[in-house]
């Protein structure tokens, strides 16, 4: 998790420019923080979803606190002291309002998910929000939520009850206008307090065409490395295509820069961290081989526009198992036909 000067400087970077793309994410940002619903951030790993989160709770002025909760390192127990601190019964509900950061909100396993559900319907009344003693709460995730409520691997209850407002960090490569600006922007911030080099166009042309899987963190972690290759009045594209040669990967999720073991152990590995002290229930073997099988399933029949046969064929079974998974598992071919 960033230090709050790192996202001082990180979220000067993510709203430069004057694309469309950077001018929503304002008109959003300034809406999440003129009222005190839940708000969800989508972005992909690096886009700056802590400092646009830090932003929304400093606008809303309230003077409480600013409380992430790191959802891969804190478990099951940590989250339940956290939400009693904070409910209406509390006796520190009434002082100013804090705002609680759930940093990956998919990550939550589904008890947690249940507990985070269960203490924003306690603040509802006739299906709407009474906000006088509630905490803002934000949850952050660079996964299709919608997707996932869909194959059934995130709860559908917390997802409305999050997403009364959103905000969309747009990556760096759909705002390609913006890039000139902010990679100046960032050299004028390593350089500081000297003057910066200049950069020539066909530098800045390299880093346009550059997709940046790592957005923002990653385009930082570039003019760190261009500094380190020494003093100079000029970056070419030379010295682009030196520190590009080699470009970080990053995480996200079963995405770019992870093969599918790593990203089904990094979960599994969450899975037993969030368990504290204790073991999971026994039988996981065959309960962890269920839970992948329907997302798989339904992914399968999504990419093939829910042709049975298709589908039975590229998961190596025929066409009767497959049908009988389906009932059993309560997936509708249809509604995955586009």
């Known amino acids: 998790m960033p230090d709050f000067a790192d996202s001082r400087e990180i979220l000067d970077i993510i709203l430069a420019g004057s694309s469309a793309q950077a001018r929503q994410l304002k008109i959003q940002v300034e809406r999440a923080s003129s009222i005190d619903n839940p708000a969800l951030i989508f972005g992909e790993p690096g886009a700056g979803k802590f400092s646009v989160a830090r932003l929304v709770h400093e606008n809303l002025a309230r003077g409480g606190k600013f409380i992430p909760f790191l959802v891969s390192e804190q478990g099951e127990g940590d989250l339940t002291r956290l939400l009693k601190r904070h409910t209406t019964s ?6 100013p309002k804090n705002t609680l950061y759930f940093d990956d909100v998919a990550d939550f396993s589904p008890g947690a998910q249940r507990r985070l559900a269960a203490f924003l319907k306690s603040f509802e009344r006739g299906g709407v929000y009474t906000l006088a003693n509630m905490p803002k709460i934000i949850a952050a995730t660079s996964q299709d939520l919608n997707s996932l409520v869909k194959y059934g691997a995130f709860s559908r209850d917390l997802y409305w009850l999050l997403n009364v407002q959103n905000i969309s960090i747009p990556n760096l490569q759909h705002r390609k206008g913006d890039i000139p600006v ?3 922007h960032l050299l004028r911030q390593e350089y500081a307090p000297q003057r910066p080099p200049d950069i020539s166009e066909k530098a800045i042309e390299a ?3 550059y997709g940046w899987p790592g957005n923002i963190r990653e385009m930082k972690n570039i003019v760190a490395r261009l500094k380190a290759l020494g003093k100079r009045s000029l970056i070419t594209r030379t010295n682009i295509a030196m520190v590009l040669a080699n470009p970080l990967t990053t995480e996200t999720g079963m995405g770019r820069g992870q093969n599918l073991s790593s990203a089904i152990y990094r979960n599994l590995e969450k899975y037993f961290k969030a368990h504290e002290q204790s073991l999971p229930p026994e039988g996981l073997y065959d309960r962890i081989l269920k839970e992948v099988e329907r997302p798989l399933i339904a992914l399968t029949l ?3 526009n829910g042709n049975q046969i298709k589908a ?7 066409r009767n198992t497959l049908r009988k998974k389906l009932k059993n598992l309560d997936i509708d071919a249809k509604d995955l036909k586009s």
């Open 312 to 318: 039975a064929r590229l998961l190596g079974m025929n």
């Open 182 to 184: 902010i990679i100046k």
């Open 90 to 95: 509390s006796p520190g509900a009434k002082a």
């Open 302 to 304: 999504n990419a093939t």
């Open 207 to 209: 880093l346009v065409r």
